[in-house]
């Protein structure tokens, strides 16, 4: 079983990043998941789908963190600059790179969420319902929804949002 935790761990690393926008943030991320999938691998379904089921414990870690960081804020600084600066692409394309990630922060999390899932992770609407724990008709209808607004941004047929951070 461990086995095939540590084959998906690539996948788990990819969305955490895409989650997080943060290298050193998503891989605390994967490493909570890993802790508490090992810890609870008793609680797995054999037969069910590992896959999904990390996914699941990752999403259900994020939120929890989200929500503790909505009520006790950190008031430390943050390393996205220096992510940024060290991490920063040097291909040619670097400013659609740029521009994709501006644009899927400006996703709301719900949309951001199944955007990635379906699209960096290949997941199928059934296993996004099941880690998002939404109907399939709801996975449908935010990933529509992200798709469009994803393809608004990009074409510049909406005004970008700028966030402060």
């Given at each position: 079983?461990?086995?095939?935790?540590?084959?998906?761990?690539?996948?788990l690393?990819?969305?955490?990043?895409a989650?997080?926008?943060n290298?050193?943030?998503?891989?605390?991320?994967?490493?909570?998941?890993?802790?508490?999938?090992?810890?609870?691998?008793?609680l797995?379904?054999?037969?069910?789908?590992?896959?999904?089921?990390l996914?699941?414990?990752?999403?259900?870690?994020?939120v929890?963190?989200?929500t503790?960081?909505r009520?006790?804020?950190?008031?430390?600084?943050?390393?996205?600059?220096?992510?940024r600066?060290s991490?920063?692409p040097?291909?040619?394309?670097?400013?659609?790179?740029?521009?994709?990630?501006?644009?899927?922060e400006?996703?709301?999390?719900?949309?951001?969420e199944?955007?990635?899932l379906?699209?960096?992770e290949?997941?199928?609407y059934?296993?996004?319902?099941?880690v998002?724990g939404?109907?399939l008709?709801?996975?449908?209808?935010?990933?529509?929804r992200?798709r469009?607004r994803?393809?608004h941004?990009?074409?510049?047929s909406?005004?970008?949002?700028?966030?402060?951070?």
């Open positions: 079983m461990e086995s095939q935790i540590e084959e998906l761990i690539p996948a690393r990819r969305y955490a990043r989650l997080t926008g290298i050193s943030v998503a891989d605390d991320l994967v490493q909570d998941c890993l802790e508490r999938s090992l810890s609870r691998l008793a797995w379904r054999r037969g069910s789908d590992l896959r999904a089921w996914f699941t414990i990752m999403r259900n870690i994020r929890n963190d989200l503790r960081q009520t006790r804020p950190d008031m430390t600084a943050s390393d996205e600059d220096l992510d600066q991490a920063a040097t291909q040619g394309d670097r400013m659609v790179v740029r521009d994709l990630a501006s644009a899927l400006q996703l709301v999390p719900e949309q951001r199944v955007v990635l379906v699209g960096l290949g997941m199928s059934a296993e996004v319902a099941e998002t939404v109907p008709g709801t996975v449908m209808s935010r990933l529509k992200g469009d994803l393809s941004l990009m074409n510049g909406e005004p970008a949002i700028r966030r402060v951070k």
